[in-house]
């Protein structure tokens, strides 16, 4: 499986199977496809996201317990570091990076009273592993995306007994995006270099949000940018 490719092209990263465990890969055009190490004590993983230049992969590994996963990051130069777990939590899974590859965000497992819940975290070599603040009425969080500048960073967060699509900045805070007309739950899976445009899924439909127009759905902003949608049925972006 393919999961992500560098912003240069020259880089892709995904896992593939082999007698019931995941293996992390790298391809290049120049070296083809290399596996990557597994961190100590982990016996499956998945490669997801890539720096702009592939420099930096991140993603998750476990120990042949899929709920005790740890966020991974690879480098280049062929290191493997497990980003370890904030306080609390029992599990962590890493889904993108920043475009220099200094940020890596994703979410770590917390087991409460309550029940099992996520928390959106960001994760610096200088800092390591920081929780996000969720919404006050929130109670998963999770970040599956961030723009290349590192600044601004998407996923979801429960609205009662819903899933809405997020989007956080440092300066903004959380901002809840909403759901499309007719649907009850979205997603933001991905965000631009710059962080306006957000991307993802709200029921069964890709949606695109930007300020100022908010969620649209996405065939309904291609149509008006002039593309033909005969045929076309968009799910997930």
Known sequence: FAQSVSADGGTAV????SEGRSHPF?????????????????VSACAVATSVDGSVI???????????????VWTEAGSVQDLGLPRGSMAARAWDVSGDGQLVVGEAIMDR???????????????GMQLLPSLPSGSDFGAIGISHDG????????VGANRH??????????QDLGVLPGTEA???????????????WSGN??????????????RTYLASRGANMAGWRFLLV
């Open 58 to 72: 991140v993603g998750v590994a476990h120990n042949g317990n899929p709920a005790l996963c740890r966020a991974i």
């Open 26 to 42: 790298r391809w290049t055009s120049s070296a083809g496809a290399r596996e990557l190490p597994f961190p100590p004590g982990q």
């Open 186 to 200: 979205s997603i933001a899976m991905s965000v631009s270099g710059d962080g306006s445009v957000v991307v993802g």
């Open 113 to 127: 009273p309550g029940g099992v819940v996520s928390n959106a975290f960001q994760w610096t070599p200088s800092a």
């Open 205 to 218: 439909k890709a949606f695109r949000w930007r300020a100022g127009t908010g969620m649209v759905e996405l």
């Open 14 to 17: 995904g896992w593939f199977v």
């Open 165 to 174: 699509a997020v989007r956080w900045t440092s300066l903004g805070g959380l």
């Open 151 to 158: 600044r601004t960073i998407v996923g979801y967060c429960n």
